[in-house]
């Protein structure tokens, strides 16, 4: 599924025969879902990072925090963001059209970040959508006008 946050999965999985497996929705350093992270593995719903590099929004390639941590490993900082939400427990499927950037996306398992990268990395959560607001009724009524 797709969307859905812990409100709406939980009345949805009360009422499904067939328990959904997957969430997908906008997850990334900016917008980390830790409720819902939590919420949704009590559930045994594994969450997946819609929007990983958060679109390049908020500077995310070039954000200094990523980038120096990026650079103690050799990694770029879409690697470092990357590895914070593998190491966070989210799955990843980052979208690139260019070969050696989807190389890059793949190399993230020769590094750890320490707890204080973690840290360091939790702190630029700000814990609202970069993009709109699932809960904002003029959005859903939006959504719904393009159907």
């Known amino acids: 599924m797709s969307n859905f946050g812990p409100d709406r999965y939980r009345d ?3 009422f499904a025969q067939v328990k959904p497996a997957v969430n997908q929705v906008e997850t990334h350093v900016f917008q980390q ?10 559930y045994g719903c594994q969450i997946e ?6 679109e390049g929004r908020k500077d995310m390639f070039t954000n200094p925090v990523l980038t120096e941590i990026g650079k103690k490993y050799g ?3 879409a690697q470092t963001a990357l590895r914070f ?4 427990g989210v799955v990843v499927i980052p979208k690139t059209t260019h070969k050696e950037r989807m190389q890059q ?3 993230l398992f020769d590094f750890t970040l320490s707890a204080e990268d973690m840290a360091a990395i939790e ?3 700000g814990g609202e959508s970069l993009f709109f607001s699932h809960y904002d009724p003029r959005t ?3 959504f719904m006008s393009i159907l």
Do not use: C, I, M
């Open 12 to 14: 949805l999985q009360h």
């Open 33 to 42: 879902q830790k409720a819902a992270r939590e919420y949704l593995k009590k």
């Open 49 to 54: 990072s819609w929007g990983p590099f958060a």
């Open 75 to 77: 990694k770029t900082a």
């Open 85 to 88: 939400l593998l190491h966070s």
């Open 105 to 107: 996306n793949f190399d």
């Open 123 to 125: 702190a630029l959560d």
């Open 140 to 142: 859903v009524e939006w």
